[in-house]
């Protein structure tokens, strides 16, 4: 069968929306038809290289749709069910797993980008094999994945908001509710005011922060802030950020700081901007180069803590139906965050907007 797919096939160069042979789905995968793919910064970090895939490379991470045909020896969904994918696979028996940590999985031994047979089901008009980022390439009209990556939802959910929980939503709600445990009362300042930024500020407002501070160099994406619960903002291009945290919190600094851009700088005023005692979460993924410079001294004496946050330490198939709860009952934000929707041949021009900060989410329409 033939799909159109957004395909990486060189760095830091136009997206090239091609059309694939798509091979039928193998024992444990599931045939799809993508209803709606976000466009998050990761894909564009796939694009220029920062996640770092071989290309060519199948793009999109973040996608809801319905399922087309399953394959053998499937037991979970069955065709018609609307799904969310999840862009990690993990195997449910490795020591992480059975642990809880789902996202820390250590038991999948395919190559990045492959199925789990360590094969492909992309391929071009030369023959090529096309990996698929994150084994889903949601940017795409069709698409086989691993039965593993998929969470079953109702099918009263439209696909595009749906589609938003798969990444941007866990991982920024996540990174303040699962990772860090905001406490009710506290302050939170959250650098990037981005897709995952926005939700982090969510986050905090479901936490019962009792200040959130929204840092970003673009006023238009700090107006975004503001609607989504920040208390303050901080236009990071006219003040220092860490100083203007502070001078916020009477000179102490925030309890929890999250960074939602992937920077070593932007680590390190996370780093700067919490209290002694406290804690600081990078959610965004710099370059494998970079390092983020901390005074082992600075670190011992404050006790402040420098944490991760891989997709908001979720368990899919339990925190993302529990998002899409928060939505029902008015707690959680998914049309707002929606800002303009794009058609698949428009994948750069959503790319360009994205990097210029116009909106809060772009969002690819696949087959709604």
């Known amino acids: ?36 793919s976000g466009v998050c910064h990761s894909d564009l970090s796939v694009v220029n290289g920062t996640i770092y895939y071989p290309p060519p490379v199948a793009l999109g991470h973040e996608g809801a749709g319905v399922v087309e045909r399953v394959g053998g020896k499937v037991s979970y969904v069955k065709p018609g069910d609307h799904v969310i994918l999840s862009f990690v696979t993990y195997c449910e028996e490795c020591v992480m797993c059975e642990m809880g940590r789902v996202c820390l999985c250590q038991g999948i031994d395919a190559r990045k980008g492959y199925l789990l047979d360590d094969t492909c089901r992309l391929h071009n008009k030369a023959g090529h094999d096309i990996p698929q980022m994150s084994r889903i390439a949601t940017m795409s009209d069709l698409a086989v994945v691993p039965e593993q990556a998929l969470i079953k939802i109702e099918p009263e959910y439209p696909l595009d908001r749906a589609a938003l929980v798969g990444c941007g939503v866990t991982t920024g709600v996540g990174a303040v509710l699962r990772t860090a445990q905001v406490e ?15 939700n982090a500020v969510q986050g905090a407002k479901l936490a019962d922060a009792e200040r959130i501070i929204a840092v970003d160099l673009v006023e238009r994406k700090l107006n975004f ?15 220092d950020p860490v100083e203007a945290v502070k001078e916020l919190t009477g000179g102490l600094g925030v309890d929890y700081a999250f960074e939602a851009i ?41 006790e402040k803590k420098l944490i991760g946050s891989y997709y908001g330490s979720s368990r899919p198939r339990v925190d993302m139906p529990e998002y899409l709860r928060l939505y029902d009952e008015g707690k ?27 909106n809060a989410r772009g969002i690819l329409a696949l087959d709604m």
């Not at 939170?188 to 930024?197: F, T």
């Not at 802030?225 to 003040?239: H, I, K, M, P």
């Not at 005023?269 to 901390?294: K, N, W, Y």
């Not at 994948?347 to 116009?358: P, Q």
């Open 1 to 36: 069968m033939k799909t159109r797919a957004a395909v990486v096939y060189e760095h830091d160069a136009p997206v090239v929306v091609d059309t694939l042979t798509l091979d039928d789905p193998k024992d444990h995968e599931v045939l799809l038809r993508m209803g709606a």
């Open 184 to 198: 009710p009362g506290s302050t939170v300042a959250v650098i990037g005011a981005g897709g995952v930024g926005l």
């Open 225 to 239: 802030a503001r609607q989504f619960g920040a208390t303050d903002t901080v236009n990071a291009s006219e003040v």
């Open 262 to 302: 992937g920077s070593s700088v932007t680590i390190r005023q996370a780093f700067d901007m919490v209290r002694s005692a406290g804690t600081a979460v990078a959610i965004g993924l710099a370059r494998r180069e970079d390092l983020v410079p901390i005074p082992p001294q600075e670190l011992i004496w404050s």
């Open 332 to 358: 959680l934000m998914l049309d707002e965050l929606i800002t303009k929707t794009y058609g698949l041949d428009q994948i750069n021009e959503a790319f360009a907007d994205m990097g210029a900060g116009k």
